[in-house]
Each structure stands twice: as C-alpha cells, then as structure tokens.
Nanobody
C-alpha cells in the first residue's frame, strides 16, 4: 500500500506559477510510475504528467512546455512545476502512483492522493 500526500495548491493569477509536491510513503519500492491527474468541474479527468521508474516523462498536450514533472528519490517526492498558468488549468490536482503501459500510453492507478485545489484567475 502506498500513501500519497499533496501540497502546494492555491490561487494564482494567469501567467503565474505554482509548484505542487507529492510525498509518498509505504510500499515505495513497488512504485513503477507516478503522475498528476486533474479534474475540473464538468470536465473529464485528465492525466497531465507522468514519470516512470525507467526515466520516461510524458505530458498531456495541454501542458507541454508549461508544466514540468520531477522526482526526488531521496525524499520520495514528486513535484509538478506549473508555469504560465491559464484559467483553464483550474482544477483539483491529484497525485497518483501505479503502472505505466507505454504501448497504450496509459497509467493504471494504484493509489490516489487527497487532491489539492489550483485556481487560476484571469
């Protein structure tokens, strides 16, 4: 079992930046991939960024060039640096861990964090 705790959400103006953090604990050695989903009201859940134990990093087209996912293995923490934020980035962001199927471009989620709200004002 893996436990995930996010932090770093908040309110920011368009064009601003935020950094989300996700600290993992528990059965960390079993983690194949970690990533960030977001859920906006009335919209489909979106996988915005994924990092795998093999070193692959995958971004959704909607955030490419603006968001950066990184991990600090010593701290068992994954970060999502979000720059040039837009109002359409407003959502609850969830840290996840699971297994990434590269052939299908999909992440099978094992654990979810509690979510952190990101609000971008125009």
């Amino acid at each position: 079992q893996v436990q995930l705790v996010e932090s770093g959400g908040g309110l920011v103006q368009a064009g601003g930046s935020l950094r989300l953090s996700c600290a993992a604990s528990g059965s960390i050695s079993s983690i194949n991939a970690m990533g960030w989903y977001r859920q906006a009201p009335g919209k489909q859940r979106e996988l915005v960024a994924t990092t795998t134990s093999g070193g692959s990093i995958i971004y959704a087209d909607s955030v490419k060039g603006r968001f950066t996912i990184s991990r600090d293995n010593a701290k068992n923490t994954v970060y999502l640096q979000m720059n040039s934020l837009k109002p359409e980035d407003t959502a609850v962001y969830y840290c996840v861990e699971g297994y990434y199927y590269s052939n299908y471009g999909s992440l099978s989620v094992g654990s979810w964090g509690q979510g952190t709200q990101v609000t971008v004002s125009s």
